[in-house]
């Protein structure tokens, strides 16, 4: 009996669907169905009822899932053991290589705890998108490719044969603004509701393509400011009057009011209401190599780290 295969078990219970759970364990739906067609040959029963509604356990599938749920629990806790055993006695190993999208280190900038998340014995690179997918599909499972995927981009990805991608955050570009401003009583934003307001806008290429793939029918027409610091853009919006705004993220702003030292008071933030505003983030695996155990500890330490601080953020902003 195979560990992944008490995952997979676990997700589909969870999920109530083949498709949901395959799609969430990254696996294909055929993969899936061998896993749990396998378990139930080796266990002798039939743990789940099939219907075109959705999956539902059996009463055999029912105790199954409270110990598959301990047993891969276990598992985890045997395998941080193994990795902070290691971790204590460092000689000879080699940094973990963490590649990173440029968003992705402006995230972490906004807090020194969670970039020291991320950078914990690692080796931290910058790089762009095509880069990031080059490394994860040629990596050896040693090295890990944290990035933001976007609208345009997750097609790309979801057809890449050569990787599999694992969503650790949900985050949606939008505004800040400041209280007094007239954007107070809007829930979300229509682009052509803000595409006329003096606004601060990232100059980085990636975000400003971005921008521009957004605003497309409603170009952006006031830009007072372009910068690839957060904390400028911040203060554009805080020493401006009541109509100034700047672009951001959701889970960016986030982590900045975490951080004392970003000039976040009196500042608000609301996303664009298009669906193409949504971005993802999270690691970039190779489909063909076994992710070492040291990766696997560093994605364990900033789950960990984001279920510990963020919790209130993935209320308003769930992964599902």
């Excluded at 050896?140 to 990035?147: E, N, Q, V």
């Excluded at 505004?175 to 601060?200: I, N, Q, Y």
């Excluded at 400003?208 to 957060?230: C, G, I, K, W, Y």
Aim: net charge negative; hydrophobic share 40%; glycine share 4%.
């Amino acid at each position: 009996m195979q560990v992944e295969s008490l995952r997979y078990f676990i997700e589909l219970a969870r999920a109530g669907s083949f498709y949901g759970a395959a799609k969430n364990s990254f696996i294909s739906q055929q993969g899936l169905n061998k896993a749990i067609s396998s378990l139930e040959t080796e266990l002798g029963y039939k743990l789940v009822e099939r219907s075109r509604r959705g999956v539902r356990l059996t009463n055999e599938g029912e105790q199954l899932l409270k110990h598959a749920k301990r047993i891969v629990n276990e598992y985890d806790i045997m395998l941080e053991d193994l990795v902070a055993m290691r971790l204590s006695n460092p000689e000879g190993d080699e940094p973990i290589r963490l590649h990173v999208s440029y968003y992705a280190a402006q995230i972490a900038s906004a807090n020194p705890v969670y970039v020291g998340m991320l950078a914990e014995r690692s080796s931290y690179f910058e790089e762009p998108f095509d880069k990031l997918v080059a490394y994860a599909a040629n990596s050896d499972g040693s090295d890990l490719s944290f990035l933001d995927v976007h609208a345009h981009s997750l097609p790309e990805i979801l057809a890449n044969q050569d990787v599999l991608f694992e969503t650790i955050i949900k985050t949606r570009y939008g505004f800040v603004w400041k209280e007094g401003s007239r954007l107070a009583d809007e829930e979300m934003l229509h682009r052509k509701t803000v595409a006329k307001m003096p606004m601060a806008v990232n100059a980085f290429r990636e975000m400003r393509q971005l921008a521009d793939r957004l605003f497309r029918d409603h170009p952006l027409e006031n830009v007072r400011m372009e910068a690839t610091s957060p904390r400028m853009q911040l203060e554009y919006v805080r020493t401006s009057d009541y109509d100034a705004i700047a672009a951001f993220d959701s889970f960016g702003f986030f982590l900045s009011q975490l951080d004392d030292d970003m000039p976040t008071d009196g500042l608000h933030f609301t996303p664009l209401s298009t669906p193409e505003s949504i971005s993802l983030v999270g690691f970039l695996y190779p489909r063909r190599a076994k992710v070492s155990l040291r990766a696997k500890h560093t994605v364990g330490v900033l789950k960990h780290f984001l279920a510990d601080n963020c919790a209130e953020y993935f209320v308003k902003y769930p992964l599902d």
